[in-house]
């Protein structure tokens, strides 16, 4: 299972992909732990994509798209563009289960929203 992690921002939305995700789910406390030092968290964690966003007007809408948990015709299209195409050996970690199970009906991904997944989003 690949996990992928969504960061949502006020500059856009980035992708990162969570390295040896069976090895660090089973060891909360060192994961973390990790996230304190630079070196282990940028082994464990890359940047896969970043969309920014066309404008103030655009930002505004995908924040208050993702307030109300709906899926914004931007971020659909930068998920489906950017997740791997085998969608069930894909986990993504998001912040909010509201848009995470609006993701979910879209893109056919399962979402996460404990755990290790709030670890790399912190």
Not at 13 to 36: C, D, H, K
Not at 55 to 83: P, R, Y
Not at 92 to 114: M, N, R, S, Y
Request: a negative charge; one cysteine or more.
């Amino acid at each position: 299972v690949l996990l992928h992690v969504l960061y949502e921002h006020a500059a856009g939305y980035a992708l990162f992909r969570v390295q040896e995700m069976e090895e660090i789910g089973m060891l909360l406390p060192q994961v973390e732990e990790s996230m304190t030092n630079i070196g282990k968290f940028s082994s464990m964690v890359k940047l896969s994509a970043f969309l920014p966003f066309r404008s103030a007007q655009s930002a505004l809408e995908n924040a208050n798209a993702i307030s109300e948990g709906v899926l914004h015709e931007d971020l659909n299209l930068f998920l489906d563009t950017n997740l791997p195409a085998k969608r069930k050996k894909v986990l993504l970690g998001v912040g909010d289960p509201k848009i995470g199970a609006a993701i979910q009906e879209e893109l056919k991904v399962i979402c996460q929203t404990g755990g290790v997944v709030v670890e790399v989003i912190r």
